[in-house]
Structures are given as structure tokens and as C-alpha cells.
């Protein structure tokens, strides 16, 4: 099968690639908060250190063109004979790990185009840049107003691509690809609908609906998480809705709140954009927070951005790979957990 609705436009390339001076930056500012120890429990604030291990994806692979890689058609990119054969690998590794390692399989899903996207590719990314991004929408040509801010929605085509997931996973599940036992998503409506087109029936559904009729029960439950936001500031199409409108929109689907979430957003500044590094320093605390408060979840997934997505990417010093909107990239990941006394190199 070609996919004919997600595929690669120029602003998806320039995203991946731009700025990249910060993974130095973001080296530094890790190495610092690294060392950093909470003085009431004596152990690191972040204790947990990342490696991607190759071999099981082609994502992670230098030989594999992105520009020209369509990861349904290639099984999300197992590199491996099976599905199977993975699953047996990564149980093989933590069976056989010291007890302060472990691995997991990290889906990093990107949410379908959004009319902020659609915007982008009408109005051209330096236009967006200089101007667009920073007003609530316009009204086209044609006479067709558009709104990419706050908080857009999807698109039409944004929508049958989470469908095209859909269809995806469940050809996937088919062959013998786990199913997450954990999912997170960015508190952004476009990254929410997108994980209920791509979850629905198989593990997400409504309240009120036959459990029996999921594809592979039990119902899961969303963490709504603040470190998988799109990059915060100036964009209002990155500035959030309420938590009571996020509630509204989500909670029937399962979807529940990370402790500690805000009811308005009080991260976004109109004059203040975060930066690439700022922003791995995000994602890293997603990580940390993953490995160390959901030690038995293996295969997980994140339904986030392309901003959230290459920040991962920086902080795990993954490969840069550009990803499409409803593109998905699937990482094993390698924790090793460290105590102050440890001899870190």
C-alpha cells in the first residue's frame, strides 16, 4: 500500500533540520542539570540516562533517506524479521539487565495537519514566520476563513489521516506489533483528536461504549501531559485551551490529567519563543518521567508534535529524521538510572 495522505512537505524537512547549533547548547545545559541533586532526597533530579539502541528500527539507521521513507508501507520501520522477534529482544534485554536499566519501545506519534499547517503551506513559512503565526487566522481568497489560533483543530485531511493510522495499526496488531499498555498526549486538540482516530476501536472509545467491541481490550486511559506541548510561545497556534475546555473536548475518550496541570496556560508568552534546546530539556523531563514513574509499561506511545517529536530526537541524540504530519517514529530506548555516587564519564 502507498500513502497517499501523509507525506513529507518542505516545512516538515525545515523543522527537522533547522537550528542545528542547539544540540551542542543542549549537551551543555544537560551535563549541568545532570549533576543537579534534590537536597531532600539526596538522589539526582534527573536520574535517568537515555541511549538509543540501533538495529531494530530503520529510522535509526544513517542509510535510511528520510526524505523518501514511507513508514506504513515499511512496518513502521521494523528493521527486524518480526514483530515477534522484537518482542522477544526487548524482553530478552530486561530479563538480563542490571536492575537500574531498562528498555522500552517509544512511539512518537506527530498529530494530523492542523489548520495551522494548512496555513503554512498556503501562505508560505517565511510569511508564517514574520506574521501569520502570530494572529488567529484570515480569510482566504476564495472567501474561506480559516483559524489556526488558539489551539487549532484538524483539518479535513488531518482527520483521514488519523483514519489512515488507524487502518495501519490494525494491519500491524495483525502481524504481531504490541500494542502500547501506555499512552501520553500533548494537551493540544490537534494531538488529542489524532490519537482517538488512530486508537479508536482498537484500545480508545467513548464512555458508554461495549468494551468487548475494542480490537484489543482493555480500554486505555490518555495522560494529558504539559512536556509534550509544541514548542511554547509567539505562535498562537502553540498557546493552549482551558483545562476545562480540554476536558470537555477529551475526558469521554479516557483522556485524564497529569497532577499538577494548570487551568489556564501560563507557559505561553506572546514575546518569548522556546528554544530547540529549552525544549529537549522538556522532552528529557517526559523521559525521566517515564522511566521512572512507569517502570512496567515496555511498549508506549506519545502522540505529540513535530517541535515535541525532534526535541525527543535531540534528547535521546537519536539521528535526525523529518516527520510528517500523522507521521510516526518508534525508538527503543535504553535507561540506565544513576545514583550521585556513580562516576559519570
Same mark, same amino acid.
Given at each position: 500500500?502507498?500513502?497517499?495522505?501523509?507525506?513529507?512537505?518542505?516545512?516538515?524537512?525545515?523543522?527537522?533540520?533547522?537550528?542545528?547549533?542547539?544540540?551542542?547548547?543542549?549537551?551543555?545545559?544537560?551535563?549541568?542539570?545532570?549533576?543537579?541533586?534534590?537536597?531532600?532526597?539526596?538522589?539526582?533530579?534527573?536520574?535517568?540516562?537515555?541511549?538509543?539502541? #540501533?538495529?531494530?528500527?530503520?529510522?535509526?539507521?544513517?542509510?535510511?533517506?528520510?526524505?523518501?521513507?514511507?513508514?506504513?508501507?515499511?512496518?513502521?520501520?521494523?528493521?527486524?524479521?518480526?514483530? #515477534?522477534?522484537?518482542?522477544?529482544?526487548?524482553? #530478552?534485554?530486561?530479563?538480563?539487565?542490571?536492575?537500574?536499566?531498562?528498555?522500552?519501545?517509544?512511539?512518537?506519534?506527530?498529530?494530523?495537519?492542523?489548520?495551522?499547517?494548512?496555513?503554512?503551506?498556503?501562505?508560505?513559512?517565511?510569511?508564517?514566520?514574520?506574521?501569520?503565526?502570530?494572529?488567529?487566522?484570515?480569510?482566504?481568497?476564495?472567501?474561506?476563513?480559516?483559524?489556526?489560533? +488558539?489551539?487549532?483543530?484538524? !483539518?479535513?485531511?488531518? /482527520?483521514?489521516?488519523?483514519?489512515?493510522?488507524?487502518?495501519?495499526?490494525?494491519?500491524?496488531?495483525?502481524?504481531?506489533?504490541?500494542?502500547?499498555?501506555?499512552?501520553?498526549?500533548?494537551?493540544?486538540?490537534?494531538?488529542?483528536? !489524532?490519537?482517538?482516530?488512530?486508537?479508536?476501536?482498537?484500545?480508545?472509545?467513548?464512555?458508554?461504549?461495549?468494551?468487548?467491541?475494542?480490537?484489543? +481490550?482493555?480500554?486505555?486511559?490518555?495522560?494529558?501531559?504539559?512536556?509534550?506541548?509544541?514548542?511554547?510561545?509567539?505562535?498562537?497556534?502553540?498557546?493552549?485551551?482551558?483545562?476545562?475546555?480540554?476536558?470537555?473536548?477529551?475526558?469521554?475518550?479516557?483522556?485524564?490529567?497529569?497532577?499538577?496541570?494548570?487551568?489556564?496556560?501560563?507557559?505561553?508568552?506572546?514575546?518569548?519563543? /522556546?528554544?530547540?534546546?529549552?525544549?529537549?530539556?522538556?522532552?528529557?523531563?517526559?523521559?525521566?518521567?517515564?522511566?521512572?514513574?512507569?517502570?512496567?509499561?515496555?511498549?508506549?506511545?506519545?502522540?505529540?508534535?513535530?517541535? !515535541?517529536?525532534?526535541?525527543?530526537?535531540?534528547?535521546?541524540?537519536?539521528?535526525?529524521?523529518?516527520?510528517?504530519?500523522?507521521?510516526?517514529?518508534?525508538?527503543?530506548?535504553?535507561?540506565?538510572?544513576?545514583?550521585?555516587? !556513580?562516576?559519570?564519564?
Amino acid at each position: 500500500m502507498t500513502t497517499r495522505l501523509i507525506k513529507l512537505t518542505n516545512h516538515d524537512v525545515k523543522d527537522s533540520l533547522e537550528h542545528p547549533e542547539q544540540d551542542a547548547v543542549y549537551k551543555s545545559l544537560i551535563a549541568e542539570k545532570q549533576l543537579e541533586i534534590d537536597p531532600k532526597t539526596g538522589e539526582y533530579y534527573r536520574p535517568w540516562r537515555f541511549e538509543v539502541q #540501533d538495529g531494530f528500527f530503520k529510522q535509526s539507521d544513517i542509510n535510511t533517506d528520510d526524505l523518501h521513507f514511507d513508514f506504513i508501507d515499511e512496518s513502521f520501520g521494523l528493521k527486524l524479521n518480526s514483530w #515477534d522477534e522484537l518482542i522477544e529482544k526487548l524482553k #530478552d534485554l530486561n530479563s538480563n539487565c542490571s536492575e537500574n536499566e531498562c528498555y522500552k519501545l517509544l512511539f512518537c506519534a506527530r498529530h494530523g495537519q492542523g489548520y495551522h499547517n494548512l496555513a503554512v503551506e498556503i501562505l508560505g513559512s517565511e510569511a508564517w514566520d514574520a506574521h501569520w503565526s502570530k494572529i488567529e487566522g484570515t480569510t482566504l481568497d476564495n472567501g474561506e476563513k480559516i483559524v489556526w489560533g +488558539p489551539d487549532p483543530f484538524l !483539518t479535513k485531511l488531518g /482527520e483521514d489521516q488519523a483514519k489512515e493510522l488507524n487502518k495501519a495499526w490494525i494491519k500491524q496488531i495483525e502481524n504481531g506489533c504490541p500494542v502500547p499498555t501506555r499512552f501520553f498526549s500533548s494537551p493540544f486538540t490537534r494531538s488529542m483528536t !489524532t490519537l482517538i482516530g488512530t486508537w479508536n476501536g482498537i484500545v480508545i472509545q467513548e464512555d458508554g461504549a461495549d468494551p468487548k467491541t475494542l480490537l484489543k +481490550p482493555p480500554r486505555q486511559q490518555v495522560i494529558i501531559k504539559e512536556d509534550l506541548r509544541e514548542t511554547i510561545g509567539e505562535h498562537l497556534c502553540d498557546k493552549r485551551s482551558s483545562k476545562k475546555i480540554i476536558e470537555e473536548r477529551a475526558s469521554k475518550y479516557g483522556f485524564i490529567f497529569e497532577d499538577g496541570f494548570e487551568d489556564e496556560d501560563v507557559l505561553y508568552k506572546d514575546d518569548w519563543r /522556546e528554544s530547540v534546546s529549552e525544549h529537549s530539556l522538556r522532552a528529557n523531563s517526559f523521559l525521566q518521567d517515564l522511566f521512572e514513574g512507569f517502570p512496567n509499561d515496555i511498549f508506549v506511545n506519545c502522540t505529540s508534535h513535530s517541535g !515535541t517529536i525532534r526535541a525527543l530526537i535531540t534528547a535521546l541524540s537519536h539521528r535526525k529524521f523529518a516527520i510528517p504530519t500523522a507521521g510516526t517514529i518508534p525508538i527503543v530506548i535504553k535507561g540506565t538510572r544513576v545514583k550521585p555516587e !556513580t562516576i559519570i564519564a
